[in-house]
């Protein structure tokens, strides 16, 4: 596989991809030049359009066609630079999962790891957040993995590549239902497979829609998205939790956390634990009666 790289301004990135995509180059992809603020939950990304990116072309070619494309390419595009198709390294457009230990006796690794360990989630990352995982998604993994999910059914929302949800499943939860707003299935069964799990259905939906329907209700609810959105799904949060059921909230940020928490206290939930990696905070609650 070869490589041309071209600096182009991020807001004629589209275009550019669109154009290469006329001649039957698919292959193209570059890092989005985000800029990241704070605010009062969290923290807010937006892209700076007016950024250079590097955006780059693999050729699935032989370096005798090389010159040929990169002809392909000037043309498309109108450029009257030199490009150059530089030989990638083998496997380098992927993002390797690097094992990451709990702490607790747990870690996290990929499929083909080689590690002598007698408590092992296998996962493979399918999204966009590189190596390892969040510390929020760590402190999560801490809380489960202290968990006997034993006759209990539990709700994941948000759940992404679902390694929330695999880690309930293990530790033994009744069912457990991965819901995202997108179809997660194909990355949560693969990774529900890694681990020979059975016990976890994916549903696709938003909490705030009228349409979700998941007619059951749940011993415990996770929820790491953020403190904002927690707060936006509370009233569903109250409605599908069991008497004495426990939520695991995550993704709160130091300087808000506190009003997010009295903010679940005010639905009759009472704080259990609490930790904090860096600037996250992950709560864990159990519900006792309903607010007034």
């Known amino acids: 596989m070869y490589i041309i790289t071209i600096p182009t301004k991020y807001k004629d990135v589209d275009s550019a991809i669109e154009k290469l995509q006329m001649v039957d180059l698919y292959n193209v992809y570059y890092e989005a030049p985000i800029v990241v603020t704070t605010y009062d939950y969290g923290y807010d990304f937006y892209e700076n359009t007016e950024e250079t990116v590097l955006l780059k072309i693999c050729l699935e070619c032989e370096k005798s066609e090389c010159a040929e494309y990169i002809d392909l390419v000037k043309n ?26 709990l702490g607790n006796g747990w870690i996290i690794c990929s499929p083909d790891s080689e ?20 510390e929020t ?58 681990n020979n799990l059975s016990n976890i259905k ?18 415990d609810i996770i929820i790491n998205i953020g403190g904002e959105e927690t707060l936006s799904m509370l009233s569903f949060i109250n409605s599908t939790i069991n008497p004495k059921g426990k939520l695991l909230v995550s993704g709160l940020v130091e300087w808000s956390h506190e009003s997010v928490c009295r903010k ?14 860096n600037e996250w905070v992950t709560v864990l609650f159990e519900k006792t009666e309903d607010a007034e």
């Open 137 to 194: 998604t760590q402190d999560c993994l801490r809380c489960i993995l202290e968990e006997d999910y034993s006759n209990r059914r539990v709700l994941d929302i948000g759940a992404g590549s679902g390694i929330l949800s695999i880690a309930a499943g293990i530790k033994n939860a009744e069912e457990v239902i991965a819901l995202d707003i997108r179809d997660v299935s194909e990355e949560v069964n693969y990774n529900a497979e890694l």
């Open 202 to 219: 994916v549903e696709v939906g938003n909490v705030l829609s009228e349409d979700l329907k998941l007619n059951k209700s749940f011993h």
């Open 115 to 134: 590690e002598k360990h007698s408590n092992k989630i296998y996962f493979e990352s399918q999204g966009a957040f590189g190596t390892g995982l969040h």
């Open 76 to 101: 498309t595009l109108n450029i009257e630079e030199t490009l150059t198709a530089e030989k990638a390294e083998e496997n380098s457009w992927q993002i390797p999962f690097d094992t990451v230990d």
């Open 264 to 277: 679940i206290e005010e639905y009759g939930f009472k704080l259990v634990k609490k930790a904090i990696t």
